[in-house]
């Protein structure tokens, strides 16, 4: 029984394209969120989601866009992808209201490349 | 500034040895928590502490808020636990990120 699943694990695309990852958790968290590890390891939020509402937005370009149907699934879509945006995606959720400060689960990742 | 330090960069040890990985962090934290991102790529939550210790088996963790530090201490050592360690803190509704730890251990 996984936890938190991503689909796809990897995806390879070509620059300008407009491509989604999907984020679904079983554990009846509140909270969801995606990260961005770059090449360095180093990873960052990006975004938070409560209850399907928006919590975090970090500066990231516009072009990125998360939606949440429903507290259990947390999409990312990109638009016009860049070389930049290669990097590896991971979506992640927590119990409560405050999110941030609780356990997380993350997911397997997605690992992105933009050629 | 919210900042997440993290030392040493890179760790090799011989299976065994006791291992210490420290982090520091800024001021208004309200936990910190220390993640074992696996070769493979999966991201695991070792630790949430906001005050003391806590033990899982043979990983220890420690954190002192007058020092605005904590230590992730891995008793024993064997290579699975083999992995980059991060330590990560919550600074209001966000969490902060170290650059990690590369922990190899040596059979």
């Known amino acids: 029984d996984t936890a938190v699943s991503q689909t796809p694990k990897y995806l390879v695309t070509q620059m300008g394209n407009d491509k989604s990852i999907k984020c679904e958790q079983n554990?009846?968290?509140?909270?969801m969120y995606w990260y961005k590890q770059d090449s360095k390891k180093f990873l960052k939020i990006m975004f938070s989601y409560n209850n399907k509402e928006l919590i975090i937005n970090e500066t990231v370009p516009n072009r990125f866009s998360p939606k949440s149907p429903d507290k259990a699934h947390l999409n990312l879509h990109i638009n016009s992808l860049e070389l930049g945006d290669s990097a590896v995606y991971f979506c992640?959720?927590?119990?409560?209201?405050?999110?941030?400060?609780?356990?997380?689960?993350f997911g397997p990742g997605t690992r992105l490349t933009v050629t | 500034k919210n900042e997440v330090e993290q030392s040493p960069q890179n760790l090799t040890a011989q299976e065994g040895e006791f291992i210490t990985i420290n982090c520091s962090y800024s001021v208004g934290i309200s936990a910190l928590h220390w993640l074992q991102q696996h070769p493979g790529g999966g991201i695991v939550s070792l630790f949430m502490l906001s005050s003391g210790k806590k033990k899982h088996g043979r990983l220890i963790a420690t954190i002192n808020i007058q020092e605005k530090h904590s230590s992730l201490h891995i008793t024993a050592s064997h290579p699975r636990d083999s992995a980059v360690y991060i330590c990560?803190?919550?600074?209001?509704?966000?969490?902060?990120f170290g650059a990690g730890t590369i922990l190899r251990v040596k059979s």
């Open positions: 554990l009846g968290h509140d909270t």
């Open positions: 990560a803190a919550t600074y209001g509704n966000k969490l902060v």
């Open positions: 992640a959720s927590s119990q409560e209201l405050r999110g941030v400060g609780d356990e997380q689960y």
